[in-house]
């Protein structure tokens, strides 16, 4: 079986330092009737399924309140890249905001296609906050039933 993505743990590791500094040093927390908590808009990712059939790959990102015009889909050299930005809410004067955990901005998400997946044959849907990206799978690549030939 092929996989999309390699797992690379030192990456990870790297990734949760990265966020754990920036939480720490450059989101200062703010002084709330005894309480400490950070009132600033943290970075995201969003979510994704891959799922793999005979026939194609579909990887399933979570992509809530976003339009389509704000998202794109690219191929090359083998990557499949997912772009976009979720946009902050026009802040209301009228309004008080207690709370913003939402994550906001913008993202980039990059899978290694696998050499059984056709990148001239890659389809992109966007329903109801769900992209749904369809990668074909080569002719080539599937599996084929042979007769047996008895002599």
Not at 49 to 70: F, G, N, R, S, W
Not at 126 to 135: D, F, T
């Amino acid at each position: 079986m092929t996989t999309l993505t390699r797992w690379n743990p030192f990456r990870e590791m790297d990734e949760i330092q990265n966020r754990l500094f920036n939480h720490l040093f450059k989101n200062p927390p703010v002084h709330n009737g005894g309480e400490q908590e950070s009132l600033t808009v943290s970075e995201w990712t969003p979510l994704v399924d891959i799922i793999e059939d005979e026939k194609e790959y579909v990887i399933k990102a979570e992509l809530p309140e976003m339009k389509k015009e704000d998202v794109k889909v690219t191929v090359e050299n083998g990557l499949l890249t997912i772009t976009g930005q979720r946009k902050l809410e026009k802040e209301e004067k009228s309004k008080r905001y207690h709370r913003l955990e939402r994550s906001y901005g913008s993202f980039a998400r990059s899978f290694s296609l696998p050499d059984d997946a056709d990148c001239n044959k890659v389809n992109a849907e966007y329903r109801e906050g769900l992209l749904r990206v369809r990668v074909t799978k080569s002719e080539h690549a599937r599996p084929k039933q042979i007769e047996v030939q008895l002599n």
